[in-house]
């Protein structure tokens, strides 16, 4: 209507004025309700091909949509395994610190088996105490077979000689029981070495490994422990925080409730724009919005994304070939939006539902030497056009609380 308003004053009013101040005629006698088309056939002819250029221009260049919200995250509240609720530490809805424990499952059987790894642990520490003692008792036992074998090898020794110097003194059979007695001490010798060999072994890497193995028992026992405890995982606020002591809960139910980060919905806001405009949405574009949960307020900003795929042409792999018509709704292009102020998104409530105006700037390409002056002309023309487009924002801003308190049926 207003675009209409506009081009009439430069098509059918001239018109009017032409016929009514050159032809001299009146309006009510030549000009009547009947015979205005005839005779203001030129001016409504040509406000009406100017209000299709000009609103197709509008919108094209300066695209809107009512599609925009502040989208924001949010973190399911779930436990990594499942069990009984044994406790619940905040309410309905409550803000929350990152690493608060929500709610604990009942971790009997968790803390049932770190029992269990430390006493194994304790068992390995006193089988290492043992193990070294008996490193002492081996080390004993073969100086005492050493002394032995020593001992039976000089009287072996001393026989011998006697034997070379005075052949027939010593018994030879005196002499074979002597080396066969120097043999079994010198086998004495040997074992008593391999039982020390064992004994220093079990201490020096058995028993370690099984204390490294009991260790890693309970460390994971540790673990197990820790997953009875749900904790909150970010800074922010839980919301429909239904859990209570003695539900059941695990990853295949609902949530126990929703975590809300703290600043979720308040740095961007998102919005989709028809596909016609995917050549003019461009990042560094200035844009306006107005919100239903903070009315009669403009809020400027600024393009900072536009993301490259439109999400109605996605798919998955199946059994099934795609069918193009299958697709019902025509995507929109996802624009970003940041506030161009600092706290600009300040008072809007996140997940509130917007009207977004972008605008196209040609001031570049107008400074630019190179540019023709027909062409800076019209580009200067695109630019100006937007002031319309601002101008019918800031109207839906001051209707949008009567429409939505009143005319939509409260």
């Not at 990594?80 to 604990?104: C, H, M, Q, T, W």
């Not at 990853?251 to 919005?271: C, T, V, Y």
Request: aromatic letters at 6%; proline letters at 4%; a neutral charge.
């Amino acid at each position: 209507m207003l675009e209409l308003m506009i081009c009439s004053l430069v098509t059918i009013l001239p018109d009017y004025l032409y016929r009514r101040y050159r032809q001299g005629k009146r309006f009510g006698k030549e000009i009547t309700f009947f015979s205005v088309w005839y005779e203001l056939r030129w001016g409504i002819t040509g406000c009406l091909m100017l209000t299709v250029s000009l609103v197709t221009m509008i919108f094209y260049f300066h695209p809107s949509t009512t599609s925009a919200a502040l989208y924001f995250r949010t973190v399911p509240i779930l436990p990594e395994g499942s069990g009984r609720v044994a406790e619940v530490n905040f309410d309905f809805s409550a803000p929350v610190k990152k690493g608060d424990i929500l709610f604990k499952l009942d971790s009997s059987k968790q803390q049932a088996a770190l029992e269990t790894a430390k006493r194994k642990i304790a068992e390995v520490d006193a089988s290492l105490i043992a193990a070294r003692a008996d490193v002492a008792k081996t080390e004993a036992q073969i100086g005492e077979a050493k002394a032995s074998y020593q001992q039976a090898k000089d009287e072996l020794d001393t026989k011998s000689e006697l034997q070379r110097r005075n052949p027939g003194i010593v018994p030879q059979r005196d002499i074979e029981k002597l080396q066969v007695l120097v043999d079994q001490r010198q086998s004495g010798v040997d074992s008593a070495a391999a039982s020390r060999e064992s004994a220093v072994l079990r201490v020096s890497t058995l028993l370690p490994a099984e204390k490294a193995s009991a260790e890693a028992e309970q460390a994971q026992a540790q673990v197990e422990l820790d997953k009875t405890s749900v904790r909150a995982g970010v800074d922010g606020r839980v919301e429909q925080f239904l859990v209570r002591v003695g539900d059941v809960v695990n990853q295949m139910m609902r949530p126990a409730g929703i975590l809300i980060p703290d600043g979720a919905g308040r740095r961007s806001l998102q919005a989709g724009f028809g596909q016609i405009e995917a050549q003019v949405m461009k990042p560094g574009m200035v844009a306006e919005a107005t919100c239903i949960s903070k009315p009669w307020v403009i809020i400027p900003l600024v393009v900072t994304t536009v993301q490259d795929f439109i999400a109605a042409g996605q798919f998955r792999t199946g059994e099934l070939l795609i069918d193009p018509q299958n697709l019902q709704r025509p995507g929109s292009i996802l624009v970003f939006l940041e506030p161009l102020y600092q706290d600009g998104l300040d008072g809007v409530t996140p997940g509130s539902t917007c009207i977004v105006n972008a605008y196209t700037s040609n001031h570049d390409v107008i400074a630019d030497k190179k540019t023709g002056a027909l062409k800076g002309f019209a580009l200067h023309a695109v630019d100006a056009t937007g002031l319309v487009h601002a101008l019918l924002l800031r109207i839906q801003a001051l209707l949008l609380p009567v429409k939505t308190l009143v005319l939509s049926g409260h």
